[in-house]
């Protein structure tokens, strides 16, 4: 059979990482794909530029629109991110019938409804493997190893970035501020590194799995995000002190008629599988109703773990190059006209449980006053913590851990503790879920 010939849209860290693989991989791949997969085209901005590929046999050329109009190409592979000029090139491919495979997850977490429906007209494929914890098959597995089940909830570390920071302050005992610079320069950061640290690249691929996972359309805008950059080396120390992990989590869970989709920093019990996720690695744990909880484990960003996935994409699509597209896997693994219109819950809507850590004069009375405040919100304590004054401060911090209760009636009691004249600064809230397999 003749190869199957593919233009790849930017030639950068994951570009050159899916033409080495693809070369020195080439025979394995083509005798599970069943035909030989030629790069015939690729752009980059700077076509001189010195890369850690060998471009030999492909036309570089520096607009990307060459590619997507090429007649000879059936397989565009985008890979330069953002989500203004890769959405204008993704339509553009799929209307001249042509497959896509892409690394972007900003792209299909915000216009993915649109590009499936695009797709869907023209009976052509979009894969997005690897927009989603790099080398992780989660796709692969949530979409089809999955599909007999309900999925009742995932949660997941997905952002290697923010798992690295916070892995450093506990061991290190560092600062938020000093441990970014370091991952900025080991590069695992995006370009802006608040996307990272302010849980957006993490919100981006929680509302893909989210789809795929529930039936819904992809919903990034009623995500709720709160990044670690307010996380401080305290917070960190007194949760392994009192047997916990702080972890950025992307929770998207059935509950209440609706969907959570929410992305926090999180303690979760340091006895976890997922709580011993280090560095930056990412892990997702799925929980369906027939299998249990099931986790995986891999690298989330770096060229090759991300080629991984680019080239498990593209292995798809060329077996299925010739079949009808509806026998074809659909591409939010519910058929396009069974998606469900279910409600994302507003935060104030969701239950968990609570770590707070409040700074209070060291008088008679004040934890009788704090402790009524949470019982008039109907908030059980379940432990509770008074550390030593740091030198010079007046105040001794109080670590409180709560029962589950819905942040309205947390919102409502941290208003009225910050009023009492015996509480000083910001009361600190950090949600806390104990992941247990039998969490519904
Ligand atoms: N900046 C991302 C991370 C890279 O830290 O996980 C992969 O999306």
Redesign the pocket.
């Known amino acids: 059979m003749k190869p199957v010939k593919i233009g790849i849209l930017g030639l950068g860290t994951v570009g050159c990482g899916t033409v080495n693989v693809l070369v020195r991989n080439g025979q394995e791949i083509s005798r599970r794909a069943g035909r030989e997969i030629k790069i015939v085209q690729a752009s980059a901005r700077d076509l001189d530029k010195k890369r850690p590929c060998s471009t030999d046999g492909i036309k570089l050329v520096a607009d990307p629109r060459e590619i997507v109009r090429n007649p000879e190409i059936e397989i565009v592979v985008e890979l330069i991110g953002g989500h203004d000029v890769a959405l204008e090139l993704v339509l553009e491919a799929i209307a001249n019938g042509k497959h896509v495979i892409t690394a972007n997850?900003a792209l299909i977490a915000i216009h993915g409804n649109e590009i499936f429906a695009q797709a869907q007209k023209k009976g052509v494929m979009v894969a997005f493997e690897a927009a989603v914890a790099?080398g992780i098959p989660i796709i692969k597995s949530v979409r089809e190893g999955l599909a007999g089940n309900r999925i009742e909830w995932i949660a997941g570390i997905?952002?290697?970035?923010?798992n690295f920071i916070l892995s450093e302050m506990r061991d290190k005992g560092a600062d938020f501020a000093d441990v970014l610079k370091e991952a900025q320069r080991l590069g695992?950061?995006?370009t802006d590194p608040a996307?990272?640290v302010e849980g957006v690249?993490a919100a981006h691929k929680l509302t893909i799995l989210a789809a795929i996972a529930f039936g819904i359309p992809l919903k990034f805008k009623q995500a709720y995000i709160e990044g670690i950059s307010r996380i401080t080396r305290m917070d960190v120390q007194y949760a392994e002190e009192l047997g916990y992990r702080l972890k950025l989590l992307g929770i998207a869970r059935r509950a209440g008629g609706g969907v959570e989709l929410r992305v926090h920093p999180t303690l979760i019990p340091e006895r976890r599988l997922i709580a011993n996720v280090e560095g930056?690695m990412?892990a997702v744990l799925v929980k369906g109703d027939a299998v249990g909880p099931t986790m995986f484990y891999g690298a989330?960003?770096g060229a090759e773990p991300t080629a991984s996935a680019v080239i498990a994409d593209l292995v798809d699509v060329v077996r299925t190059l010739t079949a009808d597209p509806n026998h074809r896997v659909p591409h939010q693994a519910f058929q396009p006209d069974a998606l469900t219109d279910t409600p994302i819950l507003p935060i104030e809507e969701v239950e968990t449980s609570y770590y707070l850590r409040l700074h209070a004069l060291d008088r008679p009375g004040v934890l009788a006053d704090v402790t009524r405040i949470l019982a008039d919100q109907q908030i059980s304590i379940e432990a509770i913590l008074q550390k030593e004054p740091s030198i010079g401060e007046d105040t001794v911090p109080v670590i409180i851990l709560t029962q589950r209760v819905k942040e309205k009636n947390m919102n409502e009691a941290i208003k009225r503790l910050e009023k009492l004249s015996s509480i000083k600064r910001q009361v600190a809230r950090i949600r806390l879920e104990h992941l247990n397999a039998d969490w519904k």
């Open positions: 997850k790099g997905i952002n290697g970035t923010s695992y950061a995006e996307f990272d690249d930056a990412n989330g960003a």
